[in-house]
Each structure stands twice: as structure tokens, then as C-alpha cells.
């Protein structure tokens, strides 16, 4: 794509609620997060796989939201898989090739993401408010579809564009995140946060900014990007490319060019008051330069800061040295040669005390689970539900739990999912969940029948409440997820 086609895609796909990507982005960092302190419990984890699964979850609730089901979802990572092995090996088009099956992948995820496409269109006819980047792209397509055809506007046409945005947005972002994964990044805490970051906020972490564009400095994910001359281009006075000729600058080594001890890994260059990305743009190249700079890179930054304050406020991480663990790996982009191996642990103290006794059930409905299926995300875009009910193995007849809410504070909206933090108070009689969400809103929910749980939690975080909330599930026996 070039010109004025490629100038109009960075209009339509720019996010007009970063708040709302920002807001699923921490959720699903947080999700994932939690997953690899468990794993990590006894031994160290290699993080590169973990990396690509989070920012593979991650860019398809982003670009594609509700339109990719729980099944497609599952159905696009084996596809996508076949395409990054095909990716790394010869173009040898046979079959039961890497390369076939690679090919025959994308031809799958395009025509899924074609579909995606299809049903975004109607919702955005429909007048349904946009919830992912598809929507905001196809509500200004709808628009112009009703005057003339633009160009590149067909349902496998945007699909192709979309795998292309999915691809950036997955191996490019695992890696910077890997290289993420290093002791001055630890600094970067706030143990007093209360809240999801928000996009003003996000604005403000200067100096997680600077962290994360030396990060891809210093390793950008992609150290080749090929070209092709669109012009004859006078490289030196000696010499001039012609047009037509597929050039392959090297990323990775304009990084180590101009700046100053360019081998040093140094956020502090990108302060306001050195402004090195300014003062050495010609070499700052990680994202291209110009008019085709690449589409995803506020996208990309913003993954990248979020990532870097939430890991370094939730745990604390160790990584493992031996001989040559942060050489370089392509696979394709680049990554440790490790997979970056580390040891994790939670930073913030639960102060949680949880007793289970008997057969108690409490279920924690996971978001990726049902609730990315969902039309719309509403405001807050989290939603934990606390189900719990139990049953007594006694001579007496078991007596069915009730379910009855007790709005506390202003009603939740119709369709509104909530980020909520649990608190369980139980007796033989009455279990009581108290939840708060990140608005203040608090829902208290009572359950007759008894669930003998008892809980004490006073933790000021959410994302430590999560994490407690969450504990509560793992020490019941029996974990259920009701449809």
C-alpha cells in the first residue's frame, strides 16, 4: 500500500478510545501475568512462548474484539503457528512443506479475519457503538461506502491488511517485551496504584516512555526491513539506487549508529532534555521513518509501557545468567537466546487469609473465557464475577442457594462488565460478597445457604485484589464455570 491509500488507513485505524485498548490491554497483561507467577512457583520459566500467547490474546481482542469466538481464537493460533514456522524456513512450495502449510495458514487466517471484517461492517450499519480497532476502521468505511466504493475496501482485501497488523503487533511485541525483562526496568513501581492506568496517565510515564523506546532501540525486534526503490535514490554522491531494486537496510545496526555510547542501554537519552530519537532520527529507524512509518507504533509503545509498569509493580523477577544467554536469536524477530529464563515472584503482599472448609465451590468467570465473546465492553471493561455456592453432607435435606443482589451504590448498566474486587464473608448460614469495582460502585451479593469460606483482605491495590480474589478460587476444591 502507498501513498494516499496507506495515508488514509493510519486515519481510519487511529484508536478514538485508547482509553478502551488501554484498559483491555492491563486486563489481559494482569491475566497472563498472574499465570506465570503460579508457573514459576518452583522453577524458572522461560518467557517467550508465555510473551506470545499474552500479545496473541492481546491484539485480537484489540483489532477484532467480539467478531473472533473462543473456537476461531483457538483455530488462529494453531494457524498462525504454521506461519511463523513457515516464515523462518526455504520457499519450497510442496506439499507437507513447512512453506505450504505456512501459506495454506494465512489463507485460512485471512478468510477468518475476512469474516470479522463482514460482521463489523453490518454492526457499524447497524449504528452499534465501535468496541475494537476493526470498528473504528469500518465505521469510516461504512461512511464512505455510501457515496463510492474506496479502494482496498473488500472483505479479504481488510483481511489481509488486518493479518498484517496482527503480525506486527505479535512477534515484534514479544520480543521488545523479552528485552523488556532487565534490572533497570525494577525501578519502574507504584505500589500505591488503585487504578487501571489510564490513557492520560499513560501520557505522563515519561520516563516509562523512554525505557521502552531504548528497549527498541537497543533491540529492535525486526533488524532488517526490505524495500523496494521507488525511485532512482542518490545513496552517496558516487552512488544512487536504482529504481526497482529491493534494498535491505539494516535496523539493527543504524541503533548502534550516532547516538551516544550507543552500546549502553540508556533511557535517560530519550529525557526532554537530550532528545537523542530528535537529534539522531536518521538512525532511530526501529519504526521506519516518514510517511510509512509504521501504523502500529503508538500501539505498539503503549503495549510495550503498560507492560513494563505492570510487571515491574506486580513482581519481582530474577533472570538466569549463563554463557550466553542474551545472544540473539531470530525466531523470526529477535528474542534471548534463553527465551528469556526467569524466576518470578509477587512483589505486593496479599494479606490474605482464606479458610475452606467442606465442599465449597466458588467460581471466578475468567474474561477470556466468555467475556471477549460479548457484543459491547461497556465502560470499565473487566468483569470478575464471584459465583459461590455450597452444599453440607448432613442427615438434613440440601437446601438450593439463593442469589440475591444488593445494589450499594449507583446501578450497573445494562451490558456494563465490571473490573471488581471481592471481598467473601461467610457463616453457616449466609455468605456474603462484597464487591468494589474501580469506579467506586460497590454490589453487595448475599447467598443463602451457607458457604463456609472466610476471608480477610485488606489490600488497598486492585491488582493485588485480583490476585486475592483469585486465591480464593484455587483453595476450593471444586472450580466451575456456569454458562
Not at 276 to 281: A, C, T
Not at 325 to 342: E, M, N
Request: net charge neutral; aromatic share 8%; glycine share 4%.
Amino acid at each position: 500500500m502507498m501513498g494516499q491509500d496507506h495515508k488514509d488507513l493510519r486515519r481510519r485505524i487511529a484508536p478514538k478510545a485508547l482509553s478502551t485498548y488501554t484498559s483491555l490491554q492491563q486486563i489481559i497483561i494482569l491475566d497472563h501475568i498472574r499465570k506465570w507467577e503460579r508457573l514459576s512457583e518452583k522453577k524458572p520459566i522461560a518467557l517467550r512462548i508465555l510473551a506470545r500467547d499474552m500479545n496473541l490474546e492481546t491484539s485480537q481482542t484489540v483489532f477484532v474484539g467480539p467478531y473472533l469466538g473462543r473456537e476461531a481464537r483457538e483455530r488462529f493460533k494453531v494457524d498462525y503457528d504454521l506461519f511463523n514456522v513457515g516464515l523462518m524456513k526455504l520457499p519450497i512450495d510442496f506439499p507437507g512443506t513447512a512453506f505450504r502449510n505456512a501459506r495454506l495458514g494465512v489463507d485460512r487466517l485471512v478468510k477468518t479475519l475476512a469474516v470479522c471484517v463482514d460482521r463489523s461492517k453490518d454492526s457499524m450499519r447497524n449504528g452499534v457503538e465501535p468496541s475494537c480497532l476493526i470498528d473504528f476502521w469500518m465505521q469510516e468505511t461504512v461512511k464512505e461506502l455510501t457515496s463510492v466504493t474506496p479502494p482496498n475496501s473488500s472483505d479479504v482485501e481488510i483481511g489481509s491488511y488486518l493479518f498484517d497488523l496482527l503480525f506486527a503487533a505479535q512477534d515484534a511485541s514479544t520480543s521488545s517485551l523479552l528485552w523488556a525483562v532487565r534490572v533497570e526496568v525494577e525501578s519502574i513501581w507504584s505500589p500505591k496504584s488503585d487504578s487501571l492506568i489510564s490513557s492520560e496517565q499513560l501520557g505522563q510515564m515519561k520516563y516509562t516512555h523512554a525505557v521502552a523506546r531504548e528497549v527498541v532501540r537497543y533491540r529492535p525486534p525486526s533488524t532488517v526491513v526490505p524495500h523496494i526503490a521507488a525511485e532512482d535514490f542518490p545513496l552517496t554522491e558516487s552512488y544512487t539506487i536504482p529504481k526497482g531494486t529491493i534494498v535491505f537496510p539494516s535496523v539493527y545496526e543504524s541503533s548502534f549508529q550516532g547516538f551516544s555510547d550507543p552500546n549502553r542501554f540508556d533511557p535517560e537519552r530519550f529525557s526532554e532534555e537530550r532528545q537523542e530519537d530528535r537529534v539522531f532520527k536518521r538512525n532511530y529507524l526501529t519504526f521506519g521513518a516518514g510517511a510509512h512509518q509504521c501504523l502500529g507504533q503508538r500501539y505498539a509503545l503503549n503495549h510495550l509501557v503498560l507492560f513494563i509498569a505492570m510487571f515491574a509493580t506486580l513482581l519481582d523477577f530474577k533472570r538466569h545468567r549463563t554463557d550466553g544467554c542474551d545472544d540473539i536469536a531470530y525466531v523470526p524477530t529477535i528474542c534471548p537466546k534463553d527465551d528469556c529464563l526467569v524466576s518470578l515472584s509477587r512483589r505486593i503482599d496479599k494479606r490474605l487469609n482464606v479458610e475452606v472448609e467442606g465442599d465449597s465451590w466458588a467460581v471466578i468467570s475468567a474474561l477470556k473465557d466468555k467475556e471477549l465473546c460479548l457484543a459491547s465492553y461497556g465502560d470499565i471493561i473487566m468483569d470478575i464475577q464471584l459465583l459461590a455456592c455450597s452444599f453440607q453432607r448432613s442427615r438434613r435435606k440440601t437446601r438450593e442457594p439463593k442469589e440475591e443482589n444488593v445494589t450499594l451504590g449507583p446501578a450497573v448498566r445494562e451490558g456494563e462488565q465490571v473490573f471488581g474486587v471481592a471481598h467473601i464473608f461467610a457463616s453457616f448460614n449466609d455468605t456474603f460478597i462484597h464487591v468494589t469495582d474501580l469506579s467506586g460502585r460497590e454490589t453487595l451479593v448475599r447467598i443463602t445457604g451457607g458457604m463456609k469460606v472466610k476471608a480477610d483482605r485488606d489490600e488497598s491495590s486492585p491488582y493485588a485484589a485480583m490476585l486475592a480474589a483469585q486465591d480464593v478460587s484455587q483453595r476450593c476444591k471444586v472450580i466451575v464455570c456456569f454458562p
